[in-house]
């Protein structure tokens, strides 16, 4: 007969404390699935297990029963006293050390010794199992054995046959043999979850089972495995070349010279098969190899690029560029322009994460030639990176270009994305030919491109004033770098349509509240604003767009929207533009990503709705952040 603890009579009081639903927290009460997971570690006694997420200590209580070091990782401020009071005796004694603080954040190297073997077991939060996964796996000094409780159906994604693979498949089997140790009922916790779980068992590969990559192989590979997952429903030969800049014709010989069908799609590939692949493209760079855009102040000071691109563009082969995202954190309308446009006053922040470009020339084509990967573009008429390029042209002699183009934030989405790749263009240009122009000259194309362009060259804060040909630098804000959840509605809003209908006198009440805030923000900013200090201003700035109450009277799903995003998360979002995307802040990249596995588990129980059966797009990135000097 199973044994369990008595419940609670309360569902989200366990043992006097409330589960913290952006924690996941929920708390295992099964003694004999308690025992299967220590069992399951094969630990021995004075053996080092990292526990993450120790909650009320039930797990750690077992482990320090069977005579194990544990250094238990919690981050909620409110269990660490309790967690000290339960095991006062053993942290006195060293035989648990407890640390308070983001295992997504910390220094897992610094917490086991180099020269040990060392185990993972725990309950982990199951919002986070991929990023954790991740540190995890990538550890300098990785664990000999790894034992976690899961969601069902992400232990068996991890555990998946050859045939049935993901991304997240290849990353963990290529470095462990996986398995689920057994299935664990979700009435198994307190409170109850949606999903049932299991224990999924992970053992280190070694000698002739494993891979020896260096860490540029490594990087390149899952670059490689990326893009085969990224369209997974499509065969390898159609797949790989949308998403890297090699030609189809290039894929289909490599998969051939390693004895892989073309026709084959990613899911079916082994982890070997994998590397013998990456063995037959070498000229697959690795993406940190990337110059990447953050690296730009103005264009007369660009970032020193590394030998490997020296080299890699020197041989006339492809150079990529990042181009990051943005969100606005206040946009006022100040006045109307003689030529039609609106005057803008705009604190606009760059985001760390964004589409990619890849360029090479080209000189035996006619014209440029653009391929687009990832998220589906509908131009209307030239898109911005051609009509970049020929906008250089009527400047400098640029011969033509291949460019691959991977979209990976939302269209027409009030992030920029449009913008951002066409100044990316235009830097990619001029360093595939090593020329130069005079900033002025730069931003004077950029503007004519577009509003939003000229900021992609000022920097990561920015301050856009006139149309959004007039940009500031800001002093960027000092570390840490504050996390972004960004929900994107899937449902159009387009920018002309939200300007006219502010023209047409549907605006805010309170008109002229978000000048003032805007005003005050980017003064307080000149003078240097730590990222705790902007967060504490969000509830202000929320509501600092004088876009958002036109956007709401063309988009009237809006508002339900965004209230009920609001009350899930506890806190009002932000309009980013025009829209349609929503944001909100958090202290830090970790936080955010716990904020957003809150959505998608409202998203998945259908209690966060647009019409017609219209899903959000979620997204976590974070601000770019400086050093303090």
């Given at each position: 007969m199973k044994r369990a603890m008595p419940r609670t009579p309360k569902l989200q009081r366990v043992d006097g404390h409330t589960a913290k639903r952006r924690l996941s927290q929920s708390f295992l009460r099964d003694l004999d699935a308690l025992d299967a997971i220590v069992a399951a570690g094969e630990v021995e006694q004075g053996d080092t297990v990292l526990e993450i997420g120790p909650g009320l200590g039930a797990l750690t209580d077992v482990l320090l029963t069977r005579g194990f070091r544990v250094v238990a990782v919690e981050l909620d401020d409110e269990l660490i006293p309790r967690l000290k009071d339960r095991f006062a005796g053993e942290l006195e004694d060293g035989s648990l050390t407890l640390i308070h603080g983001d295992a997504l954040q910390i220094d897992l190297d610094s917490l086991v010794s180099p020269d040990a073997p060392w185990r993972v077991i725990a309950n982990i939060p199951y919002h986070v199992t991929s990023p954790l996964l991740h540190r995890l796996l990538l550890a300098g000094h990785p664990a000999t054995k790894i034992v976690l409780l899961v969601q069902l159906e992400v232990a068996e994604r991890v555990a998946a046959d050859v045939g049935d693979w993901s991304y997240l498949t290849a990353f963990v089997q290529a470095r462990c043999r996986a398995r689920i140790l057994r299935r664990v009922s979700r009435e198994a916790f307190e409170p109850v979850p949606a999903v049932d779980s299991a224990i999924l068992v992970l053992d280190t590969r070694t000698g002739d089972d494993g891979f020896a990559l260096s860490a540029e192989d490594e990087a390149r590979l899952w670059r490689l495995v990326q893009a085969g997952f990224r369209e997974r429903r499509?065969?390898?030969?159609?797949?790989?070349?949308?998403?890297?800049?090699?030609?189809?014709a290039r894929i289909v010989a490599a998969l051939e010279q390693v004895g892989l069908d073309p026709d084959l799609r990613a899911q079916a590939l082994g982890?070997?098969?994998?590397?013998?692949?990456?063995?037959?493209?070498p000229e697959i760079t690795p993406p940190e190899?990337?110059?990447?855009?953050?690296?730009?102040?103005?264009?007369?000071?660009?970032?020193?690029?590394?030998?490997?691109?020296?080299?890699?563009?020197?041989?006339g082969g492809w150079i990529e560029v990042e181009a990051p995202g943005k969100i606005n954190l206040t946009l006022a309308i100040v006045g109307r322009r003689a030529d039609g446009y609106h005057d803008l006053h705009s604190v606009v922040a760059r985001l760390a994460d964004g589409d990619r470009l890849s360029l090479r020339i080209n000189a035996e084509a006619a014209a440029d030639q653009l391929h687009i990967a990832g998220d589906v573009v509908a131009v209307d008429g030239e898109n911005l990176v051609l009509r970049a390029l020929r906008l250089l042209r009527a400047h400098l002699a640029v011969p033509?270009?291949?460019?691959?183009?991977?979209?990976?934030?939302?269209?027409?989405?009030?992030?920029?994305g449009g913008s951002s790749d066409a100044a990316a263009a235009l830097r990619g240009a001029l360093r595939l030919t090593r020329q130069q122009m005079p900033e002025a000259a730069l931003y004077e194309i950029a503007a004519e491109i577009g509003s939003d362009v000229p900021l992609f060259f000022a920097g990561g804060l920015v301050l856009m004033e006139g149309r959004g040909e007039r940009v500031t630098?800001?002093?960027?804000?000092?570390?840490?770098?504050?996390?972004?959840?960004?929900?994107t509605p899937d449902l159009p809003l387009y920018t002309p349509d939200v300007f006219a209908a502010f023209a047409a006198g549907l605006r805010d009440p309170a008109w002229g509240a978000a000048q003032v805030s805007s005003r005050h923000l980017a003064d307080e900013l000149q003078s240097g604003m730590s990222a705790a200090q902007l967060l504490q201003r969000m509830s202000v700035l929320a509501t600092a767009n004088d876009l958002l109450a036109p956007a709401r009277a063309v988009a009237p799903w809006l508002r339900p929207f965004g209230h009920e995003l609001g009350r899930l998360l506890g806190r009002a979002p932000a309009l980013s533009g025009s829209g349609p995307s929503l944001f909100l802040l958090y202290p830090s990249r970790g936080e955010a990503d716990e904020a957003g596995a809150i959505v998608r588990e409202a998203l998945a129980r259908g209690e966060l709705l647009l019409p017609e059966g219209h899903l959000p797009r979620v997204m976590v990135t974070a601000l770019i952040a400086e050093e303090a000097q």
């Open positions: 499509k065969k390898l030969r159609n797949a790989l070349p949308h998403a890297l800049p090699i030609s189809q982890s070997r098969d994998w590397v013998q692949l990456l063995g037959a493209l190899e990337a110059l990447e855009t953050r690296q730009y102040r103005t264009h007369a000071e660009p970032a020193p690029r590394s030998n490997y691109q020296r080299r890699h563009e020197s041989d033509p270009l291949d460019i691959v183009l991977e979209k990976r934030l939302p269209i027409a989405a009030g992030l920029g630098p800001l002093p960027d804000l000092r570390v840490p770098a504050p996390g972004v959840l960004i929900i």
